[in-house]
């Protein structure tokens, strides 16, 4: 299984949403990195992602986008091709 990248903030309900519908997908081990208390970390999320949103999720080195693009993926099934090349 690829590794699960996830760029988070603490009162983030998306992040959430993301993160249980990864578990669901059989992903144990999500790497989380907040945003939200590291200036280093955001400024790494916009120069990784060109985004300033979070969750901003990597599978492996792909970038999947935030919440709503990691549910598109699973609904049209493309999730586990991700997880599982």
Same mark, same amino acid.
């Given at each position: 299984?690829?590794? &699960?990248?996830?760029?988070?903030?603490?009162?983030?309900?998306?992040c959430?949403?993301? +993160?249980? *519908?990864? !578990?669901?997908?059989? &992903?144990?081990?999500?790497g989380?990195?907040? &945003?939200?208390?590291?200036?280093?970390?955001?400024?790494?999320?916009?120069?990784? %992602?060109?985004?300033? %949103?979070?969750?901003?999720?990597?599978?492996?080195?792909? !970038?999947?986008?935030?919440?709503?693009? *990691?549910?598109? #993926?699973?609904?049209?099934? +493309? #999730?586990?091709?991700l *997880?599982?090349?």
């Open positions: 299984m690829q590794a &699960v990248t996830m760029y988070t903030g603490a009162f983030c309900p998306y959430t949403m993301a +993160k249980r *519908l990864l !578990h669901a997908a059989g &992903v144990e081990n999500i989380e990195i907040r &945003v939200d208390t590291n200036p280093e970390a955001f400024a790494e999320m916009q120069q990784r %992602s060109g985004q300033r %949103s979070v969750p901003q999720i990597f599978i492996g080195e792909t !970038h999947v986008g935030g919440f709503t693009d *990691l549910y598109r #993926l699973q609904q049209e099934g +493309k #999730l586990d091709e *997880l599982n090349p």
